[in-house]
């Protein structure tokens, strides 16, 4: 078994297997197995996270995608507040490598990352030259949900220049599935069907119910260039500039929960309305970085950098002329268009005055800037802002050459939230060349974001306020909110032969201060409402059966329960496994077949999402007369498994054909 190197756990250089805390790699080369695209694409067949089909978020240890804090190159990237569009935003071509660490993290990363982190290492310059150019299409059995891609990357070094860069061109067309809208008239308390409205113009023009077909896979264009510049300034110091543009235009046809009509003064609100969804984003990612290795002791590392995202989102009606519009562009209503702007600044230094120990402290500034209509109740555009600074320190000391141990605290201050410290103990102690044991202690925090303090607008359950907001006629007065806090405990023991590796953890994580929306009379809001307790198992054993053939399984058991209502924790399997074979059947021929069981999920008092199979397989040929090109077929959801609605939906059985050129 290869050595795995890792930074994402201590920000330092360790191998996976000396870290005192659960980290999974995902490499260049696996990544290309899969014949992945996005990292949806990627994620979607790990063992370290879970990813829902049809919903497309992600969950590390069921804390849920909002505890799970997603960073590339280590940097946060501005843009929606949860993460399921950004599953289908970033490429694979631009991956180099994914370190998933399971716990939270707070201590190194701050807040959200209370769950754990996904960081993902782009492609970066190195000696020599090398490259390649890749292209695949495919759909599912219909012809449905079909997809086209053309993806490349470059690397290299000229003395002491060093460069790298990527690029990655995505259609996807789509996937739908035709549903039934019964429309609700009024406001959200008194709201009746359409033939029973006491106003006689809406009745008569509005039916009680309309077909539409649901986009569950949302026709879109994907642009994504990006890149690196290295110089060598002096044998001790390197200077790097770092850049990524992403364009993205999507659109599809849904069921709004809430549209205004054109009757009345103001336009009574339908409820359940189909709709025509157009969005145009873009972002712009740019970061200046320096390592200057002051002596063999001491390491000093800066960054710098400003992630803009701009989204402008059109909302329609498909039933217009039903509405009393002229047109559908005149029925266009309030949307999610905005920006937001994140601007941080870090100073990182590692001191190891002995082989034994090594000392890291850091230094943090981070501004949030998000721009969008739900911050004013006159649906105005209007920003809103918060800043972050923090102070960190963290100690590794190998004590024999058996125990390491490593601990770390750190201190984050909010401008409009409470301020928050975290803190770490770990350890890692080998018992001989096969056996490990690693226990830990981690704290990670998640401050309210700024919807939850700032959010004023109506919505299809009333008007919501956030937590900062002054409504004297309603009675709404400011207050603050807690950072949610999650307290980990872990224990892992870890096997490792020529042959075979096992890792297995058992681990406790209770949150505290979780934030809900609560109801408040004639209003929402949010408040540190509940708590939750995690329980669970994990298990991976990877065997190299022969030299052709490598078998890999995984279990995961998580016993979940917000402690407040005794219910499981939402979109929350309490079982997951997979088992998975790899076979290099010739020297040019290569088969990988998957297999993973998603158990039920709870997703509220009335309803609950069935379990599910998912079965794929690919195979990667590279001939023997055209060494440096690699042909790959994917067959996903084999056996056409049907995934609950609740969760989305999945297009079925997909075919994916793909082609690399390597120089």
């Known amino acids: ?195 029973g409205h006491p106003n006689n113009q809406v009745s008569s023009n509005l039916n009680d119910s309309y077909s539409v077909n649901v986009s569950y896979r949302e026709p879109s264009k994907l642009l994504n260039i990006g890149g690196t510049i290295e110089y060598q300034a002096t044998d001790s110091l390197v200077l790097a500039l770092d850049t990524s543009y992403l364009l993205e235009k999507r659109d599809g046809s849904f069921i709004a929960s809430m549209h205004p009509s054109n009757y009345g003064a103001s336009g009574f609100p339908v409820r359940n309305v189909p709709i025509e969804n157009n969005w145009t984003n873009d972002r712009l990612d740019l970061a200046a970085r320096a390592k200057w290795e002051v002596n063999e002791q001491l390491l000093v590392n800066w960054r710098s950098y400003r992630s803009y995202y701009e989204k402008e989102e059109d909302i329609t009606s498909l039933i217009w002329q039903d509405m009393g519009y002229s047109s559908q562009a005149d029925s266009s209503s309030v949307s999610g268009t905005g920006k937001v702007t994140v601007i941080n600044h870090e100073l990182l230094t590692t001191f190891k005055p002995l082989a034994t120990h090594r000392f890291l402290a850091g230094a943090e500034y981070r501004s949030e800037e998000r721009s969008a209509p739900f911050f004013n109740p006159q649906n105005i555009q209007e920003s809103v802002k918060h800043n972050f600074s923090a102070i960190f320190a963290q100690h590794e000391w190998d004590a024999t050459n058996q125990w390491t141990l490593i601990y770390g605290l750190r201190y984050d201050q909010a401008s409009d939230a409470e301020n928050a410290a975290s803190g770490t103990l770990a350890s890692n102690y080998r018992f001989n060349e096969t056996w490990r044991v690693r226990a830990s202690y981690a704290r990670g925090y998640q401050t309210p974001g700024l919807p939850q303090i700032f959010l004023n607008r109506e919505t299809p359950q009333g008007r919501v306020i956030g937590a900062a907001v002054v409504d004297n006629g309603l009675g709404k007065e400011a207050f603050d909110l807690d950072p949610e806090t999650s307290d980990n405990f872990e224990l892992g023991i870890s096997g490792q032969g020529s042959n075979i590796h096992a890792n297995l953890a058992i681990f406790h994580n209770r949150i505290s201060d979780r934030i809900d929306r609560v109801s408040e009379g004639d209003y929402t809001t949010y408040r540190n409402a509940s708590e939750a307790q995690i329980n669970g198992l994990e298990v991976d054993v990877t065997w190299q059966i022969q030299p052709a053939l490598k078998l890999l399984t995984t279990f995961t058991y998580l016993d979940t329960e917000n402690k407040d209502t005794g219910t499981s924790l939402t979109f929350t399997p309490d079982l997951q496994a997979s088992l998975g074979v790899k076979w290099q059947t010739t020297q040019n021929l290569s088969l990988y077949l998957d297999n993973k069981y998603i158990a039920e999920q709870f997703i509220d008092d009335k309803n609950q999402a069935d379990d599910f199979y998912m079965t794929n397989i690919r195979a990667t040929y590279l001939p023997a007369q055209w060494m440096n090109t690699e042909f790959y077929v994917n067959i996903e959801n084999l056996l056409d498994e049907k995934i609950d609605t609740l969760l989305g939906s999945d297009p079925g059985v997909r075919f994916n054909l793909g082609a690399r050129y390597y120089f």
Do not use: C
């Open 1 to 195: 078994m290869d050595t795995l190197v890792v930074t994402s756990a201590t920000r330092t250089q360790r191998s996976a297997e000396t870290s005192p805390f659960a980290t999974s790699l995902i490499t260049e080369k696996e990544i290309m197995a899969l014949g992945a695209i996005t990292l949806r694409d990627i994620l979607m067949h790990s063992s370290s996270v879970f990813a829902n089909p049809g919903l497309g978020d992600i969950s590390i240890r069921g804390v849920g995608g909002n505890g799970t804090l997603l960073l590339v190159d280590g940097r946060r990237l501005g843009g929606e507040s949860g993460m399921g569009f950004e599953m289908n935003r970033i490429p694979a071509s631009a991956i180099e490598r994914i370190e998933i660490v399971k716990g939270p993290m707070g201590v190194l990363y701050g807040s959200d990352a209370i769950g754990g982190v996904i960081n993902i290492i782009t492609k970066k310059p190195q000696a020599g030259f090398e490259g390649m150019l890749a292209t695949s299409t495919g759909s599912n059995t219909s012809g449905d949900a079909a997809r086209y891609q053309l993806e490349g990357d470059v690397r290299g070094r000229e003395g002491k220049l060093g460069y790298s860069g990527w690029f990655s061109l995505i259609k996807q067309e789509e996937y739908s599935e035709n549903e039934t809208a019964m429309l609700l008239v009024g406001s959200p308390s008194g709201s009746t069907k359409p033939s």
